[in-house]
């Protein structure tokens, strides 16, 4: 049940109905392509004259085509429909502390070239002169990728929904940064940007396949140089008064503990992001900024000698692993989640941390049910938050219109 809010609300005028039946036909077309006029109008209940006017109308306005011809048992065959991704390409930006990622994709978020990545620029006007001159090498030597539709880039840290503007981000010691206009300037293209786990959860609800829960919250979680939270309720990003909602990274699981990069002490990223883990493994202070520093391993080196048997990585990551459980404990408590996806360098040893995972979760449950979280790794390669950067530009196409 929601209610109506009478300062925003939208009223249903005659297209109303066509305006909404527009926007299921174009993403039964996107989810089920290639499909037949004939198959979207059994799929969506409607008579094919109906479905016609809807499909003509998507036609018109060069979101789907008609391609090849299906087969048919008898009769003229039927024509199917497709997505229209056909020289129209977006660009996909990860912004982290140590690297910037850049993907081109296709508009449902394909990619379409191998990742270039740079070092991060550790002032803000590096990073956008370092970021234009990647983007115009890409362009230049792809011309057939077509039409740049736009910029989707993500940052861990804090955005500013109207503006873009960077507000915080921890982890690159950025505050009230505006990347948007200068890259919209640069580029000539539109900018979207956006905290990376928010982004991470966007791309799971518009992922085409899967079993995506249809309703109920979802949260994404990326333990990297710091941890982020993403959660999606209903398909809806969770966001907040000021778009900091999910910031269970800073939640502090020890009041008294190591200091986090955002200033806290005992935070949960200061327990389980990757050079917490580092720390751990090598002796020493898990604490900011001397936490940052570079060291002689890493968290696939840690996994990898826990795989091999040694003693002192199984028990690293098996700390690390209950700690993780701890933080999954809170984020239960709050949001009571269908689902749980895990994303970061961590996963490569999920097989090795899951119990501890597992124990903590249990431990701190106030009901049985609530211990057996369903948690979905997502593996590194599978670029994360590019896909959700890449959702920034493709996915806003198919979104439900706003009715009251």
Not at 102 to 117: F, M, N, R
Not at 131 to 137: C, E, S
Not at 190 to 207: G, T
Not at 367 to 381: F, K, Q
């Amino acid at each position: 049940m929601r209610r109506i809010n009478l300062d925003t609300f939208r009223i249903a005028r005659r297209g109303t109905s066509r305006e909404i039946n527009r926007q299921i036909a174009l993403n039964l077309v996107r989810a089920k392509q290639p499909i037949s006029r004939a198959d979207l109008a059994r799929l969506m209940g409607l008579r094919r004259g109906a479905v016609s006017l809807l499909v003509n109308e998507l036609l018109r306005t060069g979101l789907v085509f008609e391609g090849a011809k299906g087969e048919s048992k008898r009769g003229r065959k039927p024509m199917h429909l497709h997505i229209e991704t056909r020289r129209r390409f977006a660009l996909a930006v990860d912004m982290s502390a140590s690297r910037t990622l850049i993907l081109p994709t296709d508009l449902l978020g394909h990619p379409l070239l191998e990742v270039a990545e740079f070092p991060t620029g550790q002032h803000p006007e590096t990073l956008v002169k370092q970021l234009v001159l990647a983007i115009g090498r890409i362009r230049r030597a792809h011309p057939d990728l077509g039409e740049c539709v736009g910029l989707g880039m993500v940052v861990s840290g804090i955005v500013d929904l109207e503006s873009g503007c960077l507000k915080y981000s921890p982890t690159l010691g950025w505050r009230d940064v505006d990347l948007v206009e200068p890259l919209k300037a640069a580029t000539k293209l539109p900018v979207v940007i956006e905290n990376s786990v928010k982004a991470c959860v966007l791309a799971q609800v518009w992922a085409l396949g899967g079993d995506i829960p249809g309703d109920g919250p979802v949260a994404f979680v990326n333990v990297s140089d710091g941890v982020g939270v993403g959660i999606a309720v209903d398909g809806k990003l969770l966001r907040g008064v000021r778009n900091i909602a999910g910031e269970f990274g800073h939640v502090p699981l020890n009041m008294y503990g190591p200091r986090c990069s955002c200033g806290g002490n005992g935070c949960w990223e200061a327990y389980v992001s990757k050079r917490a883990t580092i720390a751990r493994y090598l002796g020493l202070d898990p604490s900011w900024p001397g936490s940052a520093a570079p060291q002689p391993t890493t968290v696939p080196e840690i996994i990898a000698r826990a795989r091999a048997g040694e003693g002192r990585a199984v028990d690293t990551l098996r700390e690390t692993g209950y700690y993780l459980g701890r933080g999954l404990a809170t984020i239960v408590k709050a949001i009571d989640p269908r689902r749980v996806y895990l994303g970061g360098e961590i996963t490569e040893g999920w097989d090795l941390i899951e119990s501890a995972v597992r124990d903590a979760l249990r431990d701190q449950a106030l009901i049985g049910e609530a211990g057996e979280l369903e948690i979905r790794t997502v593996p590194l390669g599978e670029h994360p938050r590019l896909r959700g950067a890449a959702a920034l530009v493709s996915t806003p196409a198919f979104a439900a219109p706003i009715v009251a």
